[in-house]
């Protein structure tokens, strides 16, 4: 362990043993969404370099040192994406703090995928790739929306990875594998449809309509283990809005609302939940965290947009 992640440990008061970074067993989701929250909530009180340090140690976790390719690229990525943010966040979503979750979601979600997966468990590639995406899937986001011109974010962010992934030496087929994971956290179809995909192949489901179809996202079709690793990712976006809490999704839909210059109610909660999300999460190490959201949509349809610990305080276990 590198002695800057030795230093964040300390400062941010962070468990190692404990969620984000591990799976306890016989935590339920709402046990481990309180550790999770209480994690994100002290590292994004702490200053300095964060994002970096954790990368390394994650990636050393899998067998991938400073000196692998992997490493090489990351680390001047994180580094860029939190000199954007230094002094102060361009937007107040889509930022540093915002990719530290995305990338400690995808490792607690991966490592989850690992206990429960009947088809696929990852290979220690497969979890270094899955975090280069999860560090790459918002670089230099713009704090818009693609508009009418699908993949615009996502491939601005794979665009803007790509000298940093060549200077290491990651290979095409790496590279090309991270780009379509990116490619299919694109909120406004493309990850429907990398959901029905992954519902058609691993839940029986129907196949998606052809209307429905990105031919960018032809690959998914055509390789179950990306297409896991996707739909991890997708899970990983999205579990801090929609599968921890519902006062820490209020949090982020606060922060994507100035970001947006409008509040965002307890409809549009709704509308983010069952329309972006899908009304379900997309694996089953995600699926971990229905009971979450189906809490966090139980308030909103009620309008309320806090719990104070108080209707699912029971619902919790020390």
């Known amino acids: 362990m590198t002695c800057h992640m030795d230093q ?22 709402r046990r481990a969404a309180r550790s999770i929250t ?13 994002l970096g340090p954790i990368v390394l140690c994650l990636l050393e976790g899998y067998g991938f040192g400073e000196n692998h390719p992997y490493a090489k690229a990351a680390m001047p990525i994180a ?12 937007n107040p ?12 979601n995808a490792h607690y979600l991966a490592a ?45 962010a794979n665009d803007t990875a790509a000298p ?23 909120p406004a179809g493309p990850n429907l449809y990398m959901k029905a995909l992954h519902s058609q192949a691993f839940y029986q489901a129907p196949a998606p309509e052809p209307a429905t179809a990105f031919t960018e996202l032809a690959p998914l079709a055509q390789d179950l283990r990306l297409l896991r690793l996707a739909g991890l990712l997708n899970d990983a976006d999205l ?5 921890l809490s ?44 229905n009971l979450n959201m189906s809490l966090i949509k139980s308030f909103s349809e009620l309008g309320m947009s806090s719990s104070n610990d108080g209707i699912d305080a029971p619902l919790i276990r020390p």
């Open 8 to 29: 964040l440990l300390a400062q941010a008061g962070l468990d190692l043993k404990a969620e984000p970074f591990v799976v306890v067993p016989g935590h339920t989701a």
């Open 38 to 50: 209480e994690a994100y909530t002290r590292l994004e009180a702490v200053s300095g370099e964060k």
């Open 79 to 90: 580094a860029a994406i939190e000199a954007r943010d230094t002094p102060q966040p361009v």
């Open 93 to 104: 979503y889509h930022n540093a703090h915002h990719t530290l979750e995305v990338v400690l």
């Open 112 to 156: 989850r995928n690992d206990v429960v997966a009947i088809n696929i468990r990852l290979t220690q590639r497969e979890h270094a790739l899955l975090c280069l995406a999860a560090l790459i899937h918002d670089f230099e986001h713009d704090g818009t929306m693609n508009g009418k011109q699908r993949f615009r974010l996502e491939q601005l």
């Open 164 to 186: 940093y992934f060549q200077a290491a030496g990651i290979s095409g087929e790496d590279q090309a594998a991270i780009k379509v994971m990116v490619l299919a956290t694109d």
């Open 239 to 243: 579990m801090s809005s929609a599968g």
């Open 246 to 289: 519902l006062d820490y999704a209020r949090r982020q839909s606060d922060k994507l609302g100035a970001e947006g210059g409008r509040y965002l109610d307890c409809n549009d909660m709704l509308r983010f939940l069952n329309h972006i999300v899908g009304g379900s999460f997309t694996t089953g190490a995600g699926r971990f965290f």
